[in-house]
């Protein structure tokens, strides 16, 4: 009898230990200060994230999603160098082998007509200390740049100007990476705003890339429509699975995939985690409550993404605010 009921007790003890780790919760905004272009990562129980600040580089840091409301935070970068100080935009952490990078743009106080990618290097933690590894080689304006891998290659894919997409449209670049500072080959164009749904607001824009890779296919996720709309939002290219991913015609544009919902405007510049077991794929975003779009007063959001029965990402819609939401598993 007392057998029984020790396995009783301990068979609730055990369910409702189980129970509390499902029951892991959060709610967005995870930073309503600041919290444009956000990247996420999770690593060795820790989760890390960077936004926009427009002035340096913030790293905050928790052991669940909702405690980066309120996790330590740290500046990694700050600089007073004329070329590289101020409108630092879209920080992203990058692990290269490794060790962690961060890939940020920014450039002179006077205007933004000089952004240019930078590079921050640091070591086998997010929390170590970050030093400034230089300027990406591209040969013009450049902005937003990520980390993409297809067959053991690596390759750097930003926002552009390109005079060649006649109305000198605001593009998707590609260029080869020989390091993780250096780019290599030549400039090409990836994707230009030729649909409508990349046309709204002030001028038409592709930026915000972010590489997802998924059961052997390979898409890179986008942000288009000027960022001040309200009608910015996320669309993603799809690799063909073979040939140079630096041709064009290697990739194919969606349709437009995430959009404004539940008291969300201007949802995109994403980002892409795993879950702390491993077993889901979550979504960094922005958004704003601005009906009428913002590109300064900007929330920073995540939410679990599924899969469409073709393997591509189904990006599903906004929460709304403060809702109450199960967090990523493993928690």
Not at 205 to 229: D, M, Q, R, W
Not at 266 to 291: I, K, Q
Request: proline fraction near 6%.
């Amino acid at each position: 009898m007392k057998i029984s009921n020790f396995i009783s007790v301990s068979l609730v003890a055990l369910l409702s230990s189980v129970s509390y780790v499902q029951a892991a919760t959060y709610s967005n905004p995870l930073e309503p200060r600041n919290g444009g272009d956000p990247s996420i990562v999770w690593h060795a129980g820790w989760y890390y994230m960077t936004s926009t600040t427009w002035g340096d580089v913030r790293l905050r840091r928790a052991k669940t999603l909702n405690g980066l409301k309120t996790g330590e935070s740290k500046i990694i970068y700050q600089s007073n160098e004329p070329s590289r100080c101020c409108n630092v935009w879209a920080p992203e952490l990058h692990n290269v082998g490794g060790t962690w990078h961060v890939y940020f743009s920014a450039g002179t106080r006077a205007n933004t007509d000089n952004q240019r990618s930078q590079v921050l290097k640091g070591g086998a933690n997010p929390w170590d200390e970050f030093r400034f590894a230089g300027t990406l080689n591209t040969p013009n304006w450049a902005i937003d740049g990520t980390r993409l891998t297809i067959d053991n290659k690596n390759y750097f894919v930003y926002s552009c100007w390109r005079s060649d997409t006649v109305t000198n449209l605001q593009s998707l670049c590609i260029s080869l990476m020989s390091s993780p500072t250096t780019l290599t080959g030549g400039e090409f164009l990836l994707s230009s705003p030729t649909a409508d749904w990349e046309r709204f607001g002030d001028f038409p824009v592709n930026e915000g890339p972010f590489a997802l890779y998924h059961g052997g296919k390979t898409f890179i996720s986008f942000s288009a429509s000027f960022c001040g709309s309200p009608q910015y939002s996320l669309g993603y290219l799809t690799y063909r699975g073979s040939g140079d991913p630096r041709q064009k015609s290697n990739w194919k544009k969606s349709g437009r995939q995430f959009t404004a919902a539940n008291g969300n405007f201007g949802t995109g510049h994403n980002s892409f985690f795993t879950s702390p077991d491993g077993t889901e794929t979550w979504m960094a975003y922005h958004s704003t409550p601005n009906a009428a779009g913002s590109c300064g007063d900007r929330f920073a959001n995540a939410k679990k993404i599924d899969w469409n029965p073709d393997g591509s990402p189904k990006l599903g819609s906004a929460p709304a605010a403060n809702q109450n939401l199960a967090g990523p598993r493993g928690e």
